[in-house]
């Protein structure tokens, strides 16, 4: 329009400043329309190809985690399905049909038979556990058939005493990672299933592994947690408050220290026993301990025995040196690769045996840790302790048991390395150790380890009819 009328303008008419001004004003601004509107097509083309580059990508990557949902919804279906039907094996019909394909025979099927029964055991400082399932197959006489599948590398040292026992490496001994370990460990627990045919499983630990609750769920057996209490202060008790969902029924062997009165509510709502130990039913007289031995008996015996937490051999050297300080009391070290080699070479020594607690009669008296089996062992046989407690234990209050063997003038404690000296003496001082002894004789401690074999041949099954 503003060309056309420039022209006529042009033509029609004399020329005139103000018509050419007019005529290049109409002018520029029909080529700047022209270019914005060029521009703005330009730049409308461009988003919509942008948009469509990106409607594309978005929709690949949409497409991509729809089959990534599908994978990961089929992998759930998957877990549901195995665990239903493991939840199925393990309360219905299905757990006859598992059994065969394991080449298991139902438990009822043998009559008359002693219960058999699957001990397990977690590996832990010393040899607490497994010598505590020891202790119940022993006092359990013929009412047990007892197999101990265990993590602690002593399993070679209670084998040698006639119990039937199997190791299996802890994870950190496999030096696999935890879901590998786990799988690993499952199967073992299978096969020992399939092999021993047990009517229950005993764990004896402090932390109930997934792999036990799985299995026992799937097998349909009861799962029995036989644990010591005595745990210190800010351990985690998740799986004791909630043991429930863990295990069928839970034994505690009682401790000096602590009773179900004075223990910590969580720990209260289980069956409670008697303390329980190796230590035999009648005492082996002196003469004939030490001939076991191959020791003199003119002579006088103070064991040393220090070891599951106490360090590195300066405790076993510092106790060394304690007894022979305090007199005519030889001091006997079980050989132990932990032990230095300048203690090693420098005083009387003992092939490793077990159950150690069967020479108790040799004995003047001892220094050991505050462990439960030490302790209690002392408490059965009635030798009076020097007890030195260990700092390190995750779990058990070593400080709180020895403080009451002290109070009730059971034992006499050490506090720290440096103490050991000083309590050896005070021990042998005048007639110490004999007021002990008879502190000990007139205070006996009962023997649980019956209750526990009965508690464990006729587990609470209360929890499975739940299921």
């Not at 040899?127 to 602690?152: F, P, Q």
């Not at 935890?178 to 627990?189: A, G, K």
């Not at 230590?279 to 003469?287: D, T």
Request: net charge neutral.
């Amino acid at each position: 329009m503003a060309a056309a009328v420039l022209t006529l303008g042009l033509v029609g008419t004399p020329p005139n400043a103000w018509l050419v001004f007019v005529g290049v004003l109409g002018v520029l601004v029909s080529v700047s329309v022209l270019v914005a509107g060029a521009v703005s097509w330009l730049s409308a083309r461009t988003e919509t190809r942008l948009r469509q580059r990106i409607d594309r990508l978005e929709a690949t990557v949409q497409d991509t985690r729809a089959k990534a949902s599908r994978h990961e919804w089929v992998q759930e279906q998957a877990l549901e399905r195995i665990e239903r039907t493991s939840r199925e094996a393990a309360t219905g019909a299905s757990q006859s049909a598992w059994a065969a394909w394991r080449g298991i025979a139902p438990v009822d099927a043998v009559q008359g038979a002693a219960p058999r029964v699957l001990f397990v055991t977690s590996n832990g400082g010393g040899m607490g556990h497994i010598a505590r399932c020891a202790a119940v197959l022993r006092h359990a006489g013929s009412a047990l058939d007892g197999r101990i599948l265990t993590l602690s590398t002593a399993a070679s040292t209670v084998a040698a005493a006639g119990y039937d026992v199997a190791y299996f490496p802890s994870q950190s001994a496999a030096g696999v990672g935890q879901d590998q370990w786990r799988r690993q460990f499952t199967r073992r627990l299978l096969d020992e299933i399939a092999e021993f045919r047990p009517a229950s499983i005993v764990f004896d630990g402090t932390w109930v592994y997934p792999s036990l609750t799985d299995v026992a769920d799937l097998a349909g057996l009861p799962l029995v947690w036989l644990r010591r209490g005595l745990w210190r202060e800010g351990t985690d008790l998740t799986q004791v408050k909630s043991w429930r969902d863990h295990v069928t029924s839970v034994i505690v062997p009682g401790d000096i220290a602590e009773t179900r009165e004075t223990a910590p509510e969580v720990f209260r709502d289980a069956t409670w026993i008697d303390p329980v130990s190796l230590a035999p039913a009648s005492l082996m007289p002196r003469e004939k301990a030490l001939a076991s031995l191959g020791l003199d008996p003119e002579r006088r015996y103070a064991l040393v025995q220090l070891s599951g937490g106490n360090g590195d051999g300066s405790a076993t050297a510092a106790a060394v040196r304690a007894v022979r300080d305090a007199g005519d009391i030889v001091p006997v070290v079980v050989r132990s690769p932990l032990l230095s080699s300048a203690v090693a070479h420098d005083v009387t020594t003992i092939d490793a045996r077990f159950p150690l607690v069967d020479v108790a009669g040799a004995w003047e008296f001892t220094v050991t840790g505050a462990g439960y089996n030490s302790v209690h062992e002392n408490l059965h046989t009635g030798t009076p302790g020097v007890y030195l407690p260990s700092a390190v234990t995750l779990r058990d209050d070593q400080e709180r048991r020895a403080q009451a063997l002290a109070r009730a003038g059971l034992g006499v404690t050490a506090a720290g390395l440096d103490g050991i000296a000083g309590a050896v003496a005070d021990l042998t001082a005048g007639r110490r150790a004999d007021e002990v002894r008879t502190a000990l004789r007139e205070s006996p401690t009962a023997q649980g380890a019956p209750s526990a074999a009965h508690a464990v041949a006729i587990p609470d099954t209360r929890r499975m009819a739940a299921h």
